[in-house]
């Protein structure tokens, strides 16, 4: 199976600064048709993941602009240009490349 | 507007069998892949297994293989996962959520195994 790292695995910060979250993949995540299979998914508590990112950089419908997706092959970074308080919660990364899908174990974003 | 509406939550006891349902609406059912995840109580995603409802193809995770049935009944929208005998180790969140994109998921079942 893909195993995913995501770090760090806590991150407090300050509300209007920016926040980032890598997910290293043990293998490379492009699929046989050239793309690169990778999504980012947002947990508030109580409530299921939502979908953020798709495809590495895609931004999926009504995902606000400050939040944006870089890597490829095997390294992987979510951004938030300035992390407000509905921000907080647990992001995840999810390679769908190879079955199994798999998860990072979760970054955990707090508000100092 | 894309739903999945999940059945509710169940408690049961250890050897009980359980089917959980997902609904889908607002698309065409049938062309997109539904997938099942677990979320144990304080813990992370695990991928379960998906399913077309096309044609019932349908795709195991080996930590999952044997464990739960994923099928579907697109007369009705519907995809199901089953248990035949349950185990306190199932208690989770389970998630279905719609194609390898997870664009969609539904609002989660709770299972409860206890004696």
Redesign the interface.
């Given at each position: 199976d893909v195993v995913l790292t995501q770090t760090p695995l806590s991150s407090p910060v300050t509300l209007g600064q920016p926040a980032s979250i890598s997910c290293r993949s043990s293998q490379s995540l492009v699929y046989s048709d050239g793309n690169t299979?990778l999504?980012w998914?947002h947990q508030r508590p109580g409530q299921?993941?939502?979908?953020l990112i798709?495809k590495v950089s895609n931004r999926?419908s009504g995902v606000p602009d400050r939040f944006s997706g870089s890597g490829a092959g095997t390294d992987f970074t979510l951004k938030i240009s300035r992390v407000e308080a509905e921000d907080v919660g647990v992001y995840?990364c999810?390679q769908?490349t190879q079955?199994?899908?798999?998860?990072?174990?979760?970054t955990k974003l707090e508000i100092k | 507007e894309v739903q999945l509406v999940q059945s509710g939550a169940e408690v049961k006891k250890p050897g009980e069998s359980l089917k959980i349902s997902c609904q889908g609406s607002g698309y065409n059912f049938t062309n997109y892949w539904i997938g099942w995840v677990r979320q144990m109580p304080g813990k992370g995603l695990e991928y379960m297994g998906i399913i077309y409802p096309g044609d019932s193809d349908t795709r195991y995770n080996p930590s999952f293989q044997g464990q739960v049935t994923i099928s579907v009944d697109k007369s009705i929208a519907t995809a199901y996962l089953q248990w035949s005998s349950l185990k306190a180790s199932d208690s989770a969140m389970y998630y279905c959520a719609r194609r390898a994109r997870v664009d969609s998921w539904g609002q989660g079942t709770l299972v409860t195994v206890s004696s």
């Open positions: 299979y999504n998914l299921p993941p939502r979908l798709y999926f995840y999810m769908v079955f199994p899908y798999t998860f990072g174990q979760g | -």
